[in-house]
């Protein structure tokens, strides 16, 4: 199925790419480390391009894997061109608004996210800040695996346990992606970013993979349904730590945990609003459900008695943040909400989906009232419709052309346009994806 969500976002792609000086051959890797190597420092990208490792120009069959991943990810993929941007007029303007003593491309705050941006003391090898998000970031500090992991025998378990970061495993791969594009402790995407400039950052782990210029091989078991199921549990863990942090800290109220239009709405057409009420004191904002709304169903067809024990204690966590004034009582919910939800990452993990469940469960989000909360939210629904179905199109092709992929394309018109996001108009397109189902 084609991915339509980020479509724009691969349009960018290309353009990045054609802006883009052409690429310089790799410098020399540096001499194979050796074997006693301490793991976890950082060896750069070059070490990996060498044309007989992963810098081949064109895919080979020699190996297990590729060997053009380095082509891939230089000449395609925005992971690579991430340190530039901070070079651009956007983010001068953002440092500006954020009174950051220097240039955006100077600033950790901003290389965290943008670059590989380690200690020098965890350097052993080459990182230059230029080569942006490199292999490294993603796949670990490669010292204590790099010269083994080819040797003959050498197994993934054994690269796993001197330092690489095992993607094979979704938990660990979602834990990779969304300490950038949900936040973590030591980086995020605030409201203070935003409001001075910086695009939001929406994520969803199954989509955003699939949309990346792919340099691993194709179909497999971990990716699709299963990545979208974990990658749910994860981000919403995340969000949570994110929340009883801002909570805990100087930051609070951090606008970002809430939803966005509750604030940033025209008065001349309120009206619908004052119909139809708040859930507590009138006229607060709400905490923005975009990371529980879909999950929710989800956990419902997992693990029935979680949800039973998460409904109650979200709707408190949704009471506290909208109140604000309370923030011990946000950070105690949000980790209580934690602590249910934990567990639920191996569950969802061990789940298997067979082609029942993928329709229930496609079925039950169309029929849902909670997804249609806010942009973000209704964005998740889509996302999960979107990855759900590529399940029945892997399946029979010939859905491609047909009413349940045009309407789940559908959605996405709207929540593209996040400013003229209407909940009514969303769920009537929501009930077409249900009847084309
Ligand atoms: C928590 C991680 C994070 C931090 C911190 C961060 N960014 Fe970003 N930034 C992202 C992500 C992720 C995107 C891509 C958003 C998308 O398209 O989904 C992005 C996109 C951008 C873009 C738009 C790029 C384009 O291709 O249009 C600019 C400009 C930017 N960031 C500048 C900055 C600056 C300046 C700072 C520091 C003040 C900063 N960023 C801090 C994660 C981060
Ligand atoms: C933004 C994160 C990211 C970056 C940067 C990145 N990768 Fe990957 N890589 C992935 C993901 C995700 C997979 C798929 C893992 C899976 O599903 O098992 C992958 C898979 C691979 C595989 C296949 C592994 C296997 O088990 O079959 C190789 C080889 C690889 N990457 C090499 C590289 C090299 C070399 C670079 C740098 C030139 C690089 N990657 C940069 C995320 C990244
Ligand atoms: C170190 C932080 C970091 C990590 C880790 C990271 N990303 Fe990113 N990602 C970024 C930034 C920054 C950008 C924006 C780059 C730009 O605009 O030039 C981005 C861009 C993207 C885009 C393009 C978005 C768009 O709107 O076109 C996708 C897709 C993406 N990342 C997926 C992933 C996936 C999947 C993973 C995990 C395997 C991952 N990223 C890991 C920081 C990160
Ligand atoms: C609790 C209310 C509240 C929430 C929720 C909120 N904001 Fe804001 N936002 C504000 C206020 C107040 C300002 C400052 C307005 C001004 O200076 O005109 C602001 C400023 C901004 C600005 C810069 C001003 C402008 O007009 O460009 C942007 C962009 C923005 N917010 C985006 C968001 C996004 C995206 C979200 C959700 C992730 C969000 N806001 C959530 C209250 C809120």
Same mark, same amino acid.
């Given at each position: 199925?084609?991915?339509?969500?980020?479509?724009?976002?691969?349009?960018?792609?290309?353009?990045?790419?054609?802006?883009?000086?052409?690429?310089?051959?790799?410098?020399?890797?540096?001499?194979?480390?050796?074997?006693?190597?301490?793991?976890?420092?950082y060896a750069g990208v070059?070490s990996c391009?060498?044309?007989?490792?992963?810098?081949?120009?064109?895919?080979?069959?020699?190996?297990?894997?590729?060997?053009?991943? @380095? @082509?891939?990810?230089?000449?395609?993929?925005?992971?690579?061109?991430?340190?530039?941007?901070?070079?651009?007029?956007?983010?001068?303007?953002?440092?500006?608004?954020?009174?950051?003593?220097?240039?955006? @491309?100077?600033?950790?705050?901003?290389?965290?996210?943008?670059?590989t941006?380690v200690?020098?003391?965890?350097?052993?090898? $080459?990182v230059?800040?230029?080569? =942006?998000?490199q292999c490294e970031v993603c796949h670990g500090p490669a010292?204590?695996?790099?010269?083994? *992991?080819?040797?003959?025998?050498?197994?993934?378990?054994?690269? %796993?346990?001197?330092?690489?970061?095992? +993607?094979?495993?979704?938990?660990?791969?979602?834990?990779?992606?969304?300490?950038? *594009?949900?936040?973590?402790?030591?980086? !995020?995407?605030?409201?203070?970013?935003?409001?001075?400039?910086?695009?939001?950052?929406?994520?969803? +782990?199954?989509?955003?993979?699939?949309?990346?210029?792919?340099? &691993?091989?194709?179909?497999? !078991?971990?990716?699709?349904? /299963?990545?979208?199921?974990?990658?749910?549990?994860?981000?919403? $863990?995340?969000? +949570?730590?994110?929340?009883?942090?801002?909570?805990?800290?100087?930051?609070?109220?951090?606008?970002?945990?809430?939803?966005?239009?509750?604030?940033?709405?025209?008065?001349?057409?309120?009206?619908?609003?004052?119909?139809? =009420? &708040?859930?507590?004191?009138?006229?607060?904002?709400?905490?923005?459900?975009?990371? &529980?709304? %879909?999950?929710?169903?989800? %956990?419902?067809?997992?693990?029935?008695?979680?949800?039973?024990?998460?409904?109650?204690?979200?709707?408190?966590?949704? $009471?506290?943040?909208?109140?604000?004034?309370?923030?011990?009582?946000?950070?105690?919910?949000? !980790?209580?909400?934690?602590?249910? %939800?934990?567990?639920?990452?191996?569950?969802?993990?061990?789940?298997? &989906?067979? !082609?029942?469940?993928?329709?229930?469960?496609?079925?039950?989000?169309?029929?849902? $009232?909670?997804?249609?909360?806010?942009?973000?939210?209704?964005?998740?629904?889509? +996302?999960?419709?979107?990855?759900?179905?590529?399940?029945?199109?892997?399946?029979? /092709?010939?859905?491609?052309?047909?009413?349940?992929?045009?309407?789940?394309?559908?959605?996405?018109?709207?929540?593209?346009?996040?400013?003229?996001?209407?909940?009514?108009?969303?769920?009537?397109?929501?009930?077409?994806?249900?009847?084309?189902?």
């Amino acid at each position: 199925m084609k991915r339509v969500s980020l479509a724009i976002a691969l349009c960018a792609v290309v353009a990045v790419a054609a802006q883009q000086p052409p690429a310089a051959p790799p410098a020399p890797a540096p001499e194979a480390a050796a074997p006693s190597s301490t793991p976890g420092h950082y060896a750069g990208v070059a070490s990996c391009a060498n044309s007989g490792c992963h810098g081949s120009t064109q895919p080979l069959n020699a190996t297990r894997v590729l060997q053009n991943e @380095y @082509y891939t990810w230089l000449n395609h993929d925005r992971h690579a061109g991430a340190y530039n941007v901070l070079f651009n007029q956007l983010s001068a303007r953002i440092a500006k608004n954020m009174r950051l003593r220097k240039h955006a @491309y100077e600033e950790a705050l901003c290389l965290d996210c943008h670059t590989t941006n380690v200690p020098a003391s965890l350097v052993e090898g $080459r990182v230059d800040v230029e080569d =942006g998000i490199q292999c490294e970031v993603c796949h670990g500090p490669a010292s204590g695996w790099r010269a083994e *992991h080819t040797e003959e025998g050498w197994t993934h378990a054994q690269s %796993v346990a001197r330092g690489m970061i095992d +993607l094979r495993r979704i938990s660990a791969r979602a834990q990779v992606c969304t300490a950038c *594009h949900v936040g973590s402790a030591r980086k !995020e995407v605030d409201h203070e970013l935003i409001a001075s400039g910086h695009p939001q950052t929406p994520f969803e +782990l199954d989509n955003f993979t699939e949309v990346e210029p792919p340099h &691993w091989t194709p179909g497999r !078991e971990t990716h699709g349904v /299963p990545a979208w199921a974990v990658g749910q549990v994860v981000a919403f $863990r995340e969000s +949570l730590d994110n929340l009883a942090r801002h909570a805990r800290g100087e930051k609070w109220p951090e606008f970002s945990d809430m939803s966005c239009y509750n604030c940033h709405h025209d008065l001349k057409d309120s009206q619908w609003r004052q119909e139809r =009420g &708040w859930p507590d004191r009138a006229g607060l904002p709400a905490w923005s459900p975009q990371r &529980w709304a %879909v999950l929710r169903l989800l %956990v419902g067809r997992v693990s029935p008695s979680s949800r039973d024990a998460l409904d109650p204690l979200v709707a408190q966590l949704a $009471r506290n943040v909208s109140r604000m004034n309370d923030s011990a009582a946000v950070a105690a919910t949000a !980790e209580n909400v934690r602590r249910v %939800v934990e567990p639920l990452v191996g569950k969802v993990e061990a789940a298997r &989906w067979n !082609e029942g469940d993928v329709r229930a469960l496609m079925a039950s989000i169309t029929d849902d $009232r909670g997804v249609l909360a806010d942009v973000h939210s209704a964005q998740q629904a889509a +996302l999960a419709l979107q990855s759900l179905a590529s399940v029945l199109t892997r399946r029979d /092709p010939r859905l491609l052309r047909g009413a349940l992929v045009k309407s789940i394309d559908a959605l996405f018109d709207d929540v593209q346009k996040r400013d003229e996001y209407e909940p009514a108009r969303f769920a009537q397109k929501l009930a077409a994806v249900k009847a084309a189902l």
